[in-house]
T-cell receptor, first 114, second 113 residues
Framework: NAGVTQTPKFQVLKTGQSMTLQCAQD?????MYWYRQDPGMGLRLIYY???????DKGEVPNGYNVSRLNKREFSLRLESAAPSQTSVYFC?????????????FGPGTRLTVL | AQSVTQLGSHVSVSEGALVLLRCNYS??????LFWYVQYPNQGLQLLLK??????LVKGINGFEAEFKKSETSFHLTKPSAHMSDAAEYFC???????????FGKGTKLTVNP
């Protein structure tokens, strides 16, 4: 039981390049989330998917797109990376579509945009 | 809008000493409250959470937190710190329903031998 897995672990991009961060969970959870973590800022929600087939914006969605590929997988795409998107990105999942549920986090992707 | 304030971005204690990490929330309705821990180079994991009922909540690794409505606080404590407690701790709150989870900025705990 791997829990929440994220690929890649590290990535360096040049400004303007695109990339997709992958996330998968094997806990049969309905809801999935993407957060970014910046020093001194805590975690901020980018997008979430309350259930398969639905996605919604979080606090900081600009510059990102998401796809809930199936119940297991939720990807985050940066179409044209900017230095301000340098951050650590965490994917999380929870059993039901409520923010009161416990969220289970992946190990993170550390992204640097030059 | 709800918010979460963690007092002290860095806290340092000696091994065996009391750990106290402070969290205050603002919410127009009784909130759901969480403490998450992040060990170096790892994702977050749940320590404990308050939903309804008993205001003293016990979590993993000997941590506990008390919900005090009158003080709008949810401070995290552990009677005796261990070296393995060194990590960053995040308080989070939601008003429930479709209200998103809001995280505090985190408190980094250092445990000195």
């Amino acid at each position: 039981n791997a829990g929440v897995t994220q690929t890649p672990k590290f990535q360096v991009l040049k400004t303007g390049q695109s990339m997709t961060l992958q996330c998968a969970q094997d806990m049969n959870h309905n809801s999935m989330y993407w957060y970014r973590q910046d020093p001194g800022m805590g975690l901020r929600l980018i997008y979430y998917s309350a259930s398969e087939g639905t996605t919604d914006k979080g606090e900081v969605p600009n510059g990102y797109n998401v796809s809930r590929l199936n119940k297991r997988e939720f990807s985050l795409r940066l179409e044209s990376a900017a230095p301000s998107q340098t951050s650590v990105y965490f994917c999380a999942s929870s059993e039901a579509g409520h923010f009161t549920d416990t969220q289970y986090f992946g190990p993170g992707t550390r992204l640097t945009v030059l | 809008a709800q918010s979460v304030t963690q007092l002290g971005s860095h806290v340092s204690v000696s091994e065996g000493a009391l750990v106290l990490l402070r969290c205050n929330y603002s919410s127009s309705v009784p909130p759901y409250l969480f403490w998450y821990v992040q060990y170096p180079n790892q994702g977050l994991q749940l320590l404990l959470k308050y939903t309804t009922g008993a205001t003293l909540v016990k979590g993993i690794n000997g941590f506990e937190a008390e919900f005090k409505k009158s003080e709008t606080s949810f401070h995290l404590t552990k009677p005796s710190a261990h070296m393995s407690d060194a990590a960053e701790y995040f308080c989070a709150s939601t008003q429930g329903g479709s209200e998103k989870l809001v995280f505090g900025k985190g408190t980094k705990l250092t445990v000195n031998p």
